[in-house]
């Protein structure tokens, strides 16, 4: 009687500490959303919960001084040579770039592993959450963004059934994850326009879509399509844009949206359409399988 109930005692314990283990292993992430952009919270190397930007439209882990030292002073780091005016530019603000460095970043309990940007007062630290992998399942390889229940998880193949959803070929993955397709728009007057080209799947893109000037403009000009000011989640003037009451990329529509024409890209601004912002898969879920080169999406 006395082994059996040590037994039963020991079996408990081990289920009890397993169930703290999955509790304690951070592989799924809690979204809140802000002014068109989500945050998280996570220990970053171990550190207490941090308040973190989700991305995927940057090429890099951005962090500023203070939080760079206070979080990664611990582990090993290359540091890269860089210019003088090295910087991340965007419509809005140009941030210095102080530091490189390349290694690997420890996110709750997902790994990241790449360039770590170390930059001038930010006010967020900035992941690109498509770079993280799980080190402790290699097959939980599918990165599936819930915009129903604001949830981000890194999955099992076998737990998302992907049969009844569109996908985007993914032509480049690194530093951030470029898909083909095309892109049909018309206004309230008529006019209409067609692009078929790259696309970048930005999840701090507060808009539903940013289209770039270089590869989009002179299209845009000559079908007439009339340029507004346009503005950003906090109501601020940041540049052009156009009002599209018809929007289709892929197999997903948007009627009756505003659409941004972003000056500033990273380096391959020639060959990109536009930035496709969550918005654009509101309530819907996208997963990205990075092995397979896909986008899935509803």
Excluded at 58 to 71: G, M, Q, S, T
Excluded at 200 to 211: E, I, K, P, Q, T
Excluded at 235 to 247: D, E, K, Q, R, Y
């Amino acid at each position: 009687m006395r082994s059996l109930i040590t037994k039963v005692l020991f079996s408990f314990l081990l289920l009890t500490l397993s169930a703290d283990f999955i509790a304690n292993a951070q592989t799924s992430f809690v979204l809140t959303k802000e002014k068109g952009h989500y945050y998280t919270e996570a220990a970053i190397n171990g550190s207490p919960i941090m308040r973190i930007m989700v991305e995927t439209g940057v090429p890099a882990v951005i962090v500023d001084e203070e939080n760079f030292h206070k979080l990664c002073s611990s582990i090993r780091l290359e540091e890269l040579a860089i210019a003088n005016d090295a910087s991340l530019d965007s419509d809005r603000r140009s941030l210095r770039i102080k530091q490189i460095f390349r290694g690997e970043v420890a996110i709750g309990d997902l790994l990241y592993k790449g360039h770590i940007y170390v930059v001038e007062a930010h006010n967020h630290i900035v992941v690109p959450f498509h770079r993280l992998i799980n080190t402790q399942d290699s097959t939980a390889i599918l990165i599936r963004f819930n915009f129903k229940t604001n949830c981000i998880d890194f999955v099992k193949s076998k737990m998302v059934n992907l049969t009844d959803m569109h996908f985007f070929p993914i032509v480049q993955y690194v530093p951030m994850p470029i898909f083909e397709s095309t892109l049909e728009l018309s206004d309230a007057d008529g006019h209409s326009a067609e692009f078929k080209g790259k696309f970048v799947f930005d999840l701090g893109n507060a808009s539903h879509l940013f289209m770039c000037r270089k590869s989009t403009l002179p299209t845009l000009k000559r079908n007439k399509f009339k340029l507004h000011p346009s503005m950003n989640a906090s109501g601020n003037i940041i540049g052009t844009g156009i009002f599209a009451g018809f929007c289709k990329i892929g197999s997903r529509k948007k009627n009756g949206i505003s659409i941004g024409i972003t000056k500033k890209s990273w380096d391959f601004e020639n060959d990109i359409i536009a930035y496709v912002g969550p918005s654009f898969f509101n309530k819907s879920i996208v997963v990205i399988d990075p092995e397979q080169g896909k986008i899935y999406y509803k």
